[in-house]
């Protein structure tokens, strides 16, 4: 050791100059060290990300928003009634799928959604309107209903996470709320004529229905459970109810 030089000089003038081989070594492991801890933490980080990646493919769900069109028929209808034209129907909205098997081939599927009818019938001016109007006449109407939908279903169906194309059955009850509806018809007596209906339909309308299908293309038919219009609210009685057929389109 060169004499008046201090410990503290000494080691510090190792560490930089790399004079003394034994502390560099250590510093030089030290960094190896850091370096292959370094490595070690960005490859776990990568592989929890593609096992969390893995486990969300494997946590699949599908169909969770829904499009559908309909031609409208009318069961039960009252005497002198016939459709024409094309009466068309409308419906879009969104399920929470909950799959409940460990391949997630089955599953149940609560939604919300918005469905418009439009009916266009020859229909008696009796049946639709106030029970003050007491002359019969076959007049020609176009009906426009706009409800809330509350739709549950059971699903099954062969997806993977994989493949966005499979079969699918899917089949529920469906609850419908009624937020307007108005009619507007050509009377020979009254000349045309537009009125709000919501006060002689009933609120809520209830059915069942059926889609199947293949990837895009899904048929899709409704059978309503429950009168259109409310008991004793027409002149005669009315106990027309739905029956939609048409295609149903689902997404993610």
């Given amino acids: 050791m ?31 060290m850091n370096r292959i801890c370094y490595l070690f933490l960005l490859a776990s980080f ?12 494997s946590l699949f769900r599908e169909d969770q928003m829904y499009v559908a069109v309909s031609y409208n028929l009318l069961q039960n209808k009252p005497d002198n009634t016939s459709q024409y034209s094309f009466s068309t129907g409308f419906s879009a909205g969104f399920f929470r799928d909950f799959p409940f098997t460990q391949n997630r081939h089955w599953s149940i599927a609560p939604g919300f959604g ?39 279903e ?6 993977t996470p994989e493949s966005h194309k499979f079969w699918r059955i899917h089949t529920g009850i469906k609850a419908s709320y009624l937020l307007s509806g108005k009619v507007n018809y050509d009377s020979d007596t009254l000349g045309e004529k537009s009125e709000n209906l919501k006060n002689r339909l009933n609120n ?42 048409g295609l149903k389109f689902y997404i993610l």
């Avoid at 080691?11 to 502390?23: H, T, V």
């Avoid at 006449?137 to 939908?149: A, F, K």
């Avoid at 059971?154 to 997806?159: I, L, Y």
């Fill in 2 to 32: 060169v004499e008046g030089a201090s410990l503290e000089s000494l080691y510090m003038g190792n560490c930089i100059e790399g004079s003394n081989p034994f502390l560099s070594a250590d510093f030089q492991c030290i960094a190896h």
């Fill in 46 to 57: 990568f592989g929890l990300a593609q096992t969390e990646g893995n486990a969300v493919d």
């Fill in 114 to 152: 918005y469905a418009y009818s439009d009916i266009k019938q020859n229909i008696n001016i009796l049946a639709i309107s106030v029970p003050t109007i007491t002359t019969p006449e076959v007049v020609r109407s176009r009906m426009q209903l706009h409800y809330l939908e509350l739709p549950i």
């Fill in 154 to 159: 059971v699903r099954w169906r062969n997806a």
């Fill in 204 to 245: 809520w309308q209830y059915g069942v229905y059926l889609s199947f299908g293949f990837n895009t293309w899904n048929p899709y038919i409704y059978y309503g459970l429950q009168p259109i219009f409310e008991k004793n609210k027409t002149a005669v009685e009315n106990n027309s109810s739905a029956l939609h057929i």
